[in-house]
């Protein structure tokens, strides 16, 4: 009670403003007490509006009043401190912030330290206390402090989630298992965890190898540019040596030869450099997301591995070590071997015709990308699982099956108004951004069976009925209309035709980096339909816009 007491004495000295005890305590007219410097300072803000508030009425003074000395609060802070309140929290650490707070400390909260799995609160050490001494206690999960832990109840049946349905792809509860997801396939949180993080360790394995061939590369590269140097030094070394023989007749070419060597040389040195650069910007970025990977296999709250696990185990795609490809250390010897000859029968031919000394074109033979997919197996190498941001939809359109199906019903939903939404065209587009190499297939059907399988920028307008809002009638997105007749690709309003087997399945293929975008008709083959080859400035998402009573649906290839 003692200690309650000296809390609560501690909290009635205090400044509203930078919450410890008063310093040199002023009152203002409504009688609220601050530090002096706290005050004075809150209304330096003020000065340009020529209207001082208090901070905790928000009562106005005008003008500014002058603050006088409370003489009184002054000698019972003082005497507080005597008596040891100003030690008597020194141990006690308030939350902040940025702090997760004690779910149980009233008044002024301190910072939590655990959080329980099980209790679904967060706890100061005081109050955790419990937790260790308690027997019952003792087998909950703790874990460190979570802001989060609501998110491990079931919104439905308020339990908590314990249980993973692999068929859906999310947590559940008991009740959940015995109701919307019956006859599911279902393991418990733990277990898939347990297996996610081994599919976590396989990726980590393979991005420490990948960074182990990648500087071996950039070590190959570096070897390059010191072969290159050497090489160049030599041949304009031993230019100079000839054509000192030659000198009346030779200087217009002699410093023309040599602005060559040194003009291809800087070219070949650039060109493996940024090789080079690619390579080592690679690396950092394997090495940070095998960072990211290693905090999440050590995260202890199974849901928020599970939740954070797809956005983070997708890997870029590699530069493969097998397609570094470095040409004989020969790069400008032509050069010499042609001065020479030059040399010996330069007196004769150069007073009758102009004698060309062209150099030797070398390059770093590097391919970056590999070959673009041919059979429908290669794609699904590239196959990344697609989901509808309802955020966007159109209020027509009817979203289902995880958010992977949509569906035009004609009439508008109750959806709640958001600035991502399109407001005319009944258009939606996908939550995941798409870069790197990315194929995903859609399936339509019914009513008119016709639907628009598009790309688009994150920018692209969103309300009224303006064509910049509009799949394909913009230069920010990319459409292919499928309709009973066949096919028609859309850009910046312009129509292309496209002629190909009429399938409710679409394929699309998404090189971001090389900037291809290509459209494929899915039947027993795989049936080119289009490609655009452009250069995409942002990353990209997926876009669907169905007519009355038809669905689209990105399907499952995994």
């Known amino acids: ?63 500014r009043p002058e603050l006088l000395k409370n ?51 967060s706890y100061c050490e005081k109050h955790l206390q419990p937790h260790f001494d308690v027997a019952q206690f003792k087998k909950h999960k703790l874990v460190e402090p979570s802001e989060k832990l609501q998110e491990n109840i079931c919104s439905r049946h308020d339990e908590v989630l314990k249980i993973y349905c692999r068929t859906d792809q999310q947590c559940i509860c008991i009740l959940c298992s015995m109701d919307e997801h019956k006859g599911h396939d279902t393991v418990s949180a733990a277990a898939e965890r347990t297996e996610r993080q081994r599919e976590l360790e396989g990726s980590r394995h393979n991005i420490q190898q990948r960074i182990q061939d990648r500087e071996e590369d950039v070590k190959l590269l570096q070897q390059e540019v010191e072969a290159i ?20 007749l030779m200087e217009k070419r002699r410093s023309d030869v040599k ?52 956005s983070l185990s997708a890997l870029s795609e590699s530069t493969h070590s097998s397609s570094i490809k470095i040409r004989p250390l020969k790069y400008f010897e032509d050069v010499t071997a042609a001065v020479s000859e030059l040399r010996d029968i330069l007196q004769d031919v150069l007073r009758e015709t102009g004698t060309n000394i062209s150099l030797t074109e070398t390059q770093v033979d590097v391919l970056l990308s590999e070959p673009e997919p041919k059979t429908r197996a290669d794609f699904l190498r590239y196959s990344c699982e697609i989901t509808l941001d309802p955020n966007t939809a159109h209020p027509w359109l009817l979203l289902s099956e995880g958010n992977r199906k949509v569906t035009n019903i004609n009439q508008p939903r109750s959806y709640s108004s958001h600035p991502d939404r399109f407001t005319y065209w009944v258009q939606v587009l996908s939550r995941e951004s798409l870069t790197g190499r990315c194929y995903w297939e859609v399936e339509w059907r019914g009513g008119r069976a016709e639907a628009y399988v598009a790309v688009a920028y994150k920018n692209i307008s969103r309300a009224g009925r303006s064509e910049e809002c509009e799949f394909g009638f913009n230069d920010k997105s990319w459409m292919l209309d499928c309709h009973t007749d066949g096919y028609d690709f859309y850009y910046k309003s312009v129509c292309t035709p496209v002629s190909g087997p009429r399938s409710s399945r679409v394929g699309v293929y998404l090189d971001h980096s090389a900037g291809i975008l290509s459209f494929y008709s899915v039947t027993d083959t795989m049936t080119l339909l289009h490609r655009v080859q452009t250069t995409f400035t942002q990353p990209l998402y997926a876009g669907l816009n169905v007519f009355d009573g038809v669905s689209a649906e990105f399907c499952r290839l995994r």
């Open 71 to 121: 003489t009184m609060l002054a000698a019972l802070v003082e005497q507080l401190k005597k008596t040891g309140l100003q030690a008597a929290p020194a141990d006690l650490c308030y939350a902040g912030p940025e702090d997760v707070a004690c779910d149980v400390c009233t008044g002024r909260k301190l910072r939590a330290v655990k959080s329980c799995l099980v209790c679904l609160v």
């Open 229 to 248: 140097n050497h090489s160049a030094d030599e041949a304009v070394e031993h230019s100079e040596k000839i054509f000192t023989q030659l000198i009346r």
């Open 259 to 310: 602005q060559q060597v040194k003009s291809q040389q800087e070219t070949e040195v650039s060109r493996v450099k940024e090789l080079q650069e690619k390579l080592e910007q690679e690396i950092t970025e394997l090495k940070r997301k095998d960072a990211e990977l290693k905090k999440l296999s050590h995260t202890e709250d199974h849901n928020q591995f599970l939740h954070n696990y797809p």
């Open 1 to 63: 009670m003692a200690q309650k007491a000296v809390e609560l004495d501690r909290e009635t000295f205090s400044c509203s403003i930078c919450l410890d005890l008063l310093k040199d305590p002023v009152t203002t007219p409504c009688g609220h007490s601050y530090c002096k410097n706290c005050i004075k300072d809150h209304w330096d803000t003020e000065d340009e509006k020529r209207i001082y508030s208090c901070p905790q009425c928000r009562k106005s003074f005008t003008p």
